[in-house]
């Protein structure tokens, strides 16, 4: 489709429409009304569509779809989705072409800012064993967690309240390995979540990384780890960077099902909060992950090791 006809689209579509609707309508008068030449009307309404139209009406077709199942998906990861669950394998830069076209723009991104409460005596401090070594194309080799807090209840005789997340993350593929919520942020919250990560997946031996949150410095958490064979490491003082790929991961949870968003009661929050990581881990392609799910990317290295 050239770039006049593009541009001309809505007004050909409109001259059609018309016509077809309200016959006393003359489209030669429609035509210099729009500004559009009449022949060029004709040549676009008698047109027979060529591969590349009819592949270009699918993208936008299923741009659309895609667009308003997850608003806060940018072109690339559209693109990216095109190719994983529809096999239309085109560039970036023509998937642009139509998102701009169909005025299709993801949701502004929000700051995210950590709940994660720091431990005023601890019992226990490792060091940065991890060191911003975020690289794992190995199963199970290095595990970051961390807690976040999500509100609900929205007006003044709505029950207000907090949910607290805790989520395990294994970098290989950015996988939630577990994950627990609960009304408070305390130390069964964060165990619990250890204890189903282990059960989830025996024998495993990661590193296992956090920051100097309360539950993570105690003596307890301590001792489960090292019955667990594991060795600790933790963000320092200051250093959210030093747990980039799981503040990351919260970004992205937070932006995509929670900010701009308004959940009524707790149930609903914690509907959207499970259905979001089954979306994250077995629907949501990476490009980083060679457009992979993170449970995909996963079991595809879990082949290899074995």
Request: charged share 30%.
């Amino acid at each position: 489709m050239t770039l006049r006809r593009i541009r001309h689209y809505d007004s050909y579509i409109a001259i059609k429409e018309l016509s077809e609707e309200h016959s006393e309508y003359p489209i030669s008068t429609m035509c210099e009304i729009l500004k559009i030449n009449r022949a060029a009307y004709y040549k676009w309404k008698n047109h027979t569509n060529s591969e590349n139209d009819d592949l270009n009406e699918l993208i936008a077709k299923k741009v659309l779809e895609i667009h308003g199942e997850h608003p806060d998906m940018g072109y690339r990861r559209i693109r990216d989705t095109l190719a994983h669950d529809h096999n239309i394998n085109v560039n970036d830069k023509r998937v642009l072409r139509v998102c701009r076209k169909k005025k299709v723009q993801s949701y502004i991104k929000h700051r995210y800012n950590c709940c994660t409460k720091p431990a005023s005596d601890p019992a226990y401090i490792a060091e940065n064993v991890l060191n911003r070594e975020f690289k794992s194309d190995k199963p199970n080799e290095k595990w970051l967690t961390d807690v976040s807090e999500f509100k609900y209840g929205t007006g003044d005789d709505e029950k207000k309240g907090k949910i607290y997340l805790s989520v395990i993350l294994d970098l290989c593929g950015k996988r939630p390995v577990a994950y627990e919520y609960s009304d408070h942020n305390d130390n069964p919250l964060v165990f619990n979540t250890f204890d189903k990560a282990l059960a989830a997946n025996p024998g495993a031996t990661p590193l296992f990384h956090s920051d100097r949150g309360y539950q993570y410095t105690s003596k307890t958490f301590r001792q489960k780890i090292v019955d667990a064979g594991m060795t600790q490491s933790m963000s320092r003082v200051v250093r959210c960077i030093d747990n980039g790929p799981m503040e990351g991961f919260w970004g992205i949870m937070k932006r995509e099902m929670y900010y701009g968003k308004k959940y009524k009661t707790k149930d609903e929050l914690i509907r959207a909060i499970e259905e979001y990581i089954d979306y994250y881990t077995n629907k949501r392609v990476q490009r980083n992950l060679c457009i992979l799910t993170p449970q995909e990317y996963y079991e595809k290295h879990l082949l290899e090791a074995a």
